[in-house]
Structures are given as structure tokens and as C-alpha cells.
């Protein structure tokens, strides 16, 4: 017996982190990523499709979101950041399965805190890479700077935003 409206429902609405999460891997915009749940919870409740089982709605969710995130990175011409379509096929099973989970509130909180200490003109830069989509060329073109001085400073960004998070996670759990 197919699922009925309110289970399907239930389901992703319990589901949503992980939906979430996979989206945002693909459009790295939490907004975008919201979004793209919302559209795929209408879809889910006003297509023509029935689920037999919640394993099978979850897929179909998973692969629906990540379609509809590349769809919206095509239409807004946004420069994929850091993981490629075939990488993702890969990881499909993976969310599927629940080996990867979802990022969690308190790390994400910990990342907000990490950024919000930042120089201005750190937090610029990763607002030009990740909020507005730039590529390094581009971003080396606004900033007067040479495009590996950006990857650098990325890099070092990403270093020091993944200790200062490690810390602060560290710091929560005692």
C-alpha cells in the first residue's frame, strides 16, 4: 500500500536536515538549499507519484533536490565550488544509506562564530567566493590581486575556519 499524503509528509519533514544538507553540498547557499526542500516536499505531495516504502520516497527526495540544485546553479550561472556531479553520484548512496550525516546545528553555529571573527576583509572574500559565487580570477580582478594570492588566502582561510570550528566544537562538548 503506497504511502498516504500525510506520511509522505512526515517522513520528509523528519528527513529535512538530510535533504538540506545534501542540497547545500550542491548549491553551497543554505537559502537556495531551503528552497529546494520546500519545492521537493510540493513535489512529492502533488505529483503523480506513488511510494511504497519511506526508503524509496528518501531516494527520490535525495536525487530530486540535488537535480533541481544543479538546475539552479545552470540557470544562475554559478561556478560549482569544490564538488563535481560524479563525485556526488558517489555519494548518493552514501546519504541514501545514512553513512554520511547531515551537518549538525552545533557545527554550523560554530562556523557562523569563526566567521563572524574574522578580519572584514577575510569575511569579504568569502563573500565574494561563496555568497556571490565569484572564481578566484574573478575575485583577484575586484581585490587588484593575483589569482594565486587568492587560492592562498582561501586556503588559508579554509585552514584557519577548520581549526578555529574543531575548537570551538571542542570547547561545546566539555
Not at 506520511?7 to 537556495?32: C, G, K, N, Y
Not at 533541481?68 to 545552470?74: A, I, N, P, T
Not at 563572524?116 to 580582478?141: M, T, W
Amino acid at each position: 500500500m503506497p504511502l498516504s499524503e500525510q506520511e509522505i509528509l512526515r517522513f520528509l519533514m523528519q528527513s529535512r536536515e538530510r535533504i538540506s544538507a545534501a542540497t547545500w553540498v550542491v548549491v553551497q547557499d543554505a537559502h537556495v538549499s531551503e528552497d529546494i526542500f520546500q519545492n521537493t516536499v510540493i513535489k512529492a505531495v502533488t505529483k503523480e507519484v506513488q511510494f511504497e516504502a519511506e526508503a524509496a520516497l528518501l531516494s527520490w527526495a535525495m536525487i530530486s533536490a540535488r537535480r533541481e540544485g544543479l538546475d539552479w546553479l545552470r540557470k544562475h550561472r554559478r561556478e560549482r565550488v569544490g564538488i563535481d556531479e560524479e563525485i556526488l553520484d558517489l555519494l548518493a548512496g552514501d546519504w541514501d544509506s545514512g553513512a554520511i550525516a547531515p551537518p549538525e546545528g552545533k557545527r554550523i553555529e560554530s562556523l557562523r562564530t569563526c566567521v563572524e571573527q574574522l578580519p572584514k576583509n577575510s569575511r569579504k572574500l568569502l563573500q565574494l567566493r561563496y555568497d556571490l559565487g565569484h572564481n578566484c580570477s574573478e575575485i583577484a580582478n575586484q581585490v587588484d590581486a593575483k589569482r594565486d594570492a587568492i587560492y592562498q588566502r582561501l586556503s588559508r582561510l579554509h585552514a584557519g575556519l577548520r581549526k578555529c570550528v574543531e575548537t570551538q566544537m571542542t570547547h561545546s562538548t566539555t
